[in-house]
Every structure is written in C-alpha cells, then in structure tokens.
C-alpha cells in the first residue's frame, strides 16, 4: 500500500510538499519555529518565555517535573489551549512559516494537520471502522475510505488484530490496542505532524514498547513530538529533547520554563544546565 | 499437640480472631429499615392501583370498549373517554414536537457554546427555577399568552393552546435533563473529535449526541409523565370541562386540532370526580386506570427507544 492511497486531491499533501522543499533547498526546514512562548491560565502564567524549533522527521520529547508546562506547550501546536476558556497565549508559534495564532488561522485546518495522541486512550463508542473514517470523512475525503482505514490501521501496526473485526465497538479492545487505534485515526486524517500527550503512560511495558516501535516507524513520514514522564522513553525514542522545569518565584507562583533544548544523547550524557543534569540523575523531580 | 495447647501458634491467635461471626445490630436495623421505606412506597402505590382498578372494574366489564371509545356524557352511563384521549394524545405530540427539539438546543447551547460566565450560571440556575414554578402558573401564561394575545394563532382555547402551554410547562424539565446527560459526556470524547479536526457542530452531532441520546431519553420520559398527568394548566389554556359536541362527522384531523373545543384525561378526571351521582364514582376510577395504561404504554415505548440507541 503507497502513500498514494491516502491522498484525496483535494489538497496536496502537505508532507509531500515538504519533502519536495527539502530536496530542492538541501536543508531542514522548522515544522515548528516557537518564539517567546508564553501560557496563562487566567491570572496563572503556565509558561514563561520559550523558544526553540521543531524539525521534521524527528521525534522531538518534551521531558520534565508535573507542572513545568511540556502538554502546555504540545496543546499549542494544535491549538488544544483553545478549548481551555481561561488560556491566553502570547509570543509566537509559527508552522511552516505560518504564525498559528494569526487572526485568520482555522484551528479546525490546524488540526488536521497537527493530528493529537492522547494521554488515556480515547476512541469514540463506535466501531474500530468508524474510529478511523470519522476524521477523513469530515474532512471532505471522498476516495476510497476501506482501503483509507485499513491503510491507517497497517500503518498504525494494528491491522493484523482488528481486520476481522473491524465493525466491532473500539472500546472492547485492550488499552494498548485502543492506544493505536488512536495512533490510527490521527494518521488517516493525513497530518503532517502528530503530537503525542504521554501516550504510553497508562499502558503496560509490552504495550509501551510496541507503541514505541511504532513511533520509530512512523518518524520516517511525520514529525512527532511527544510529551513523557519517563526519562528512559525520551531518551530510547527521541532525536531531540526538551527539558521543561517549574519555576518557583517567591511569591509562591510556580511557573514552567523551557531550560534545555538539544540533541538527546548529548542532553543525557553531557547536558550543559545543572537543572538538567540533577533531574536526569534522580536528584530530583 | 502439648506444645501448641500451652503457646499458642498464629494460626491459633489468627484463627480465634477470624472466626465467631458477631451479630451486627446496626448492620440488620438499618438493611429492615430500608426494606421497610421500598415497602411502603411499593404498597401506597399497589393499593392505590388495587382500589382504582376495583372500583372501575364494572365499567370495563359491563361496558367494554364502549367506555373508551364513546364522547363525554352527563350520563355517567354513557359518558366515555374518546375526546380526553385524543386530547391528551395529541398534547403529548405537542410537547414532544415543540419542548424536545426547543429543550435539546437550548442544553446543547448552554452546554457546548455559551462561556462560563455569571451571566450563564444566572440563566441556568433560573432554569432550574422554573422546574419548579407551579403549574397553575404557566396555565396562566398559556391563557394571556397562547388563548389571548396569539389567538389569531391559536384560535384561542384549542388543542394549539393546551399543547403549547404544556411545552412551555416542561421546556426547563427538558433543558436540566439533556443538559446533565450532555455533562455526563467525558470531556476525552470531545477532545478526541476536536483533535481529528471537527468542527463544533461535527463534534457535537456525530460523536456527543449519539453517547447522550439514551439518557436525553429518560429525561423525555419524565418530561411526557408531567405532561401527561397536568390538568392545573389545561383548565387555564382552555380545556373543556364539563360534555362537549364532538365536531361534526368528517371534520378533519387538523380542524380537530386547531379549531374545535378540546379536553384531556386528567381533566375529565377532575370533572368526574366532582359529580355529586354515585355512577361517577366508579367511571371516574376507570378512567384513571386508562390514563395509567396509556402513560405506561407512552413510557415503555421511550425505554424500548433508549435501549436501542444504547445498543447502537
């Protein structure tokens, strides 16, 4: 099964057109270029002052201490934050040049493009079928959604399991299945980027594991950020990591700040901020 | 077997410590009291139930279909229910047509749409007041409102009227109970839909409404049980109390609707129950049970509903 599957003609894939850039320039592009990111919550600032970039391909981990802002920071990238009515974000997101919070900006658009993992595995009450076919189908995908879906569950490593059950309720499987089915219905959407929220924190390790295997896979066509609690995940699966830490000012206000950002081997063996090196080593957090 | 009668083992203190089953007191007061409450609630409404059916129990045998089928009567030996069932059937249409599509929109905008200000907290917690103004109330609202000022509308006191007022009467029922199954809803599913990039309205109609459509269900149940039993409003909006002609043969549906003089069972119930003749006594107890059968009928058909899309 190719890729050509997928496309509906409707619009052009946007991971295409980025690959096609790529080849023509003979650089990397940013999917994500943040500047003086910052997060509030009402009067609660979650986030002060971050900037880095996200690179395609890649999969690029958010790790850090509850509270430090890293799922603040992912919702942006699709614009979660926007169903939160209390959040307010200043500074800038750009994805492929485009500020995402510009006065124009679609969120619905931002999210087919920016498809979401969830923490807790969340399929709909509906068939595995259907779990799949709903994105597409909104979108306008008028191709062929039985090879779409099984297309999407292949990639997702979940076909085998699932194809003769395909009309059967999502929600009859196990949490590590329901966990890929969730990885399969971000893909068929098409997205160009997929934003993973701990995906493997409620699983087991044998679900855990797959679910990694998995991203492996999928980073060779997405970009892939992922937020996890666990050190030795970030460390196993990602290119790039990001260590957020909590801030705590005087006045007891506990504020997420973005502290290193670099290349994963180098921020686990050799990381430059003495935060970073306490909170790899278990000194704290 | 010497050493272990003089120091006793684990086992032993274990043993000695777990077995003997006390009699807990408290524990068997409480479960008698609580058997005794489900008890009496069941037994008012059996004997209730047994006295009615008793009484109107000639009626039925002597008269059969004849009771339900033929129009009021000042003789109770002739009188039928024919124009209160129609009556209330029709106002339950009403309510169903005007209070569900009105009750579910205004839920699914408080719910879904409107932000959380002191401006909605205020709609909403009035909402909830409303449920409980009495019904009299919006009988009277029905009578300026639907018979007087709409009346071009309405043709004043017609089954129009009747079954607006009782929409009106079940409307904040209707809101509170789909908007708490909307609540019930988890917040995961939402985000799930939004994060495959549906719209609101996508989220809304392909994934929120089929999870809360069952328990909307039984929220429309009780809603139709009020709607059913009220008569306080109707004798306000224009219901007919005491025998009326029934339209000329042939007179349509429609013209039965919006154009004719109307009741309901429960008024004909308060009608008959007032009738000084002994007769009435046991029509009047007949009739309840009908209103009974047909409420049960009305809910059964509700559940049978819900557990369809349940199992969907």
Known sequence: MGQGSVEDGSRPVLRTVVERERRRTGQEEAVFDVSHLEVFYGDFQALRDASFQVQARQITAFIGPSGCGKSTVLRCFNRMNDLIETARVEGEVRYHGVDLYGPDVDPVEVRRRVGMVFQKPNPFPKSIYENVAFGPRIAGFKGNMDALVEESLERAALLNEVKDILDQSAIALSGGQQQRLCIARAIATNPDVLLMDEPASALDPIATLRIEELMQELKKEYTIIIVTHNMQQAARVSDRTAFFNVDVRENGMRTGQLVEFDETGKLFTNPSEPATEGYITGRFG | ?312
């Open chain 2, 1 to 312: 077997m010497t050493t272990r009668a003089a120091t006793p083992t684990t086992t032993d203190l274990v043993e000695r410590a777990l077995r003997g089953k006390r009699i807990d007191v408290f524990g068997t007061f409480v479960s008698v009291a609580l058997l005794l409450s489900l008890l009496v609630s069941l037994g008012i409404l059996v004997t209730l139930l047994a006295d009615m059916i008793a009484k109107g129990w000639s009626v039925f045998a002597d008269r059969g279909l004849d009771f339900v089928t033929s129009p009021l009567s000042p003789d109770p030996a002739k009188a039928g229910l024919s124009q209160g069932i129609f009556g209330s059937v029709v106002l339950t249409v009403f309510v169903v047509i005007v209070a569900f599509p009105l009750g579910i929109g205004a839920a699914i905008y408080l719910e879904e749409y409107a932000s959380d200000t002191k401006v909605t907290r205020f709609i909403v917690a009035n909402i909830r007041n409303l449920a409980g103004v009495p019904s009299i109330v919006y009988g009277l609202l029905g009578l300026s409102i639907f018979v007087k000022l709409l009346s071009g509308v309405t043709n004043g006191r017609t089954l129009v009227s009747g079954g607006l007022t009782l929409a009106v009467l079940v409307l904040p029922i209707m809101v509170i109970t789909a908007s708490e199954a909307l609540r019930a809803v988890p917040q995961a599913l939402r985000q799930a839909a939004f994060g495959v990039g549906a719209t609101r309205w996508e989220m809304i109609r392909h994934q929120l409404l089929p999870v809360a459509a069952p328990a909307m269900l039984t929220g429309s149940v009780l809603t139709i049980a009020r709607a059913f039993g009220e008569s306080a409003p109707l004798l306000l909006a224009g219901a007919i109390l005491s025998n009326f002609f029934a339209p000329p043969a042939g007179t349509g549906l429609l013209t039965q609707i919006t154009d004719a003089d109307y009741t309901a069972l429960p008024i004909v119930i308060f009608n008959w129950s007032r009738q000084p003749q002994k007769e009435f006594v046991a029509i009047t107890a007949a009739a309840i049970v009908v209103l009974l059968v047909l409420l049960l009928t009305v809910n059964a058909a509700t559940i049978i509903l819900r557990d369809r899309f349940e199992r969907k």
